[in-house]
């Protein structure tokens, strides 16, 4: 089992930033793909950013490309999302998620493993 945490939520305003942390725990281990996704009420699910714990590439929705960053702290088995330039239409539940294997899907039902949730509300 694989369990995940994550914090850093708020409320923000446009243009502003916040940095979303996954705190992760169990039986990870580096052939594990990460997933960044949110979901705004009534809307479907959406896949925001997406990082291998071995490294190499990272996967980004073009909604949030230049304003987001994935990154992984081996270390601390935690996987950040920096978000800058916050825009209203970003506000949404942010989920991190873990799947097996190195492939980062951006289909949410691939991921097997889900944190509860923190809320991200940018002001316009």
């Known amino acids: 089992q694989v369990q995940l945490v994550e914090s850093g939520g708020g409320l923000v305003q446009a243009g502003g930033s916040l940095r979303l942390s996954c705190a992760t725990s169990?039986?990870?281990?580096?052939?594990?793909?990460m997933g960044w996704f949110r979901q705004v009420p009534g809307k479907e699910r959406e896949f925001v950013a997406g990082?291998?714990?071995?490294?190499?590439?990272?996967y980004y929705a073009d909604s949030v490309k230049g304003r987001f960053t994935i990154s992984r702290d081996n270390a601390k088995n935690t996987v950040h999302l920096q978000m800058n330039s916050l825009k209203a239409e970003d506000t949404a539940v942010y989920y991190c998620?873990?799947?097996?294997?190195?492939?980062?899907?951006?289909?949410?039902?691939?991921?097997?493993?889900w944190g509860q949730g923190t809320q991200v509300t940018v002001s316009s």
């Open positions: 169990g039986r990870t281990s580096s052939n594990y793909a």
């Open positions: 990082i291998r714990w071995s490294g190499g590439s990272l």
């Open positions: 998620a873990a799947r097996s294997g190195s492939y980062v899907s951006t289909v949410g039902e691939s991921y097997n493993y």
